[in-house]
């Protein structure tokens, strides 16, 4: 069985507000913590999830998500 092709997920911290955002279309790969600061839980997603991370890559409004 062929390994799924993967989609590497980028998090510029120093541009990220936190407003959440990607947590809410996203829960499992981003995460707010209770110090209200993003968690990333992967730094990599299966390649079937690309529509669902472009959507989450063109809501950042702070464009700190990319591949």
Known sequence: MKDPE??????DFGRCDANGT???LMPDVFEIGA???????KTRIEDDRQEEFDEVVLCCPMGAISR
């Open 6 to 11: 993967m989609i590497n997920v980028k998090v």
């Open 22 to 24: 990607c947590a809410a």
């Open 35 to 41: 110090d209200g600061s993003l968690a990333q839980l």
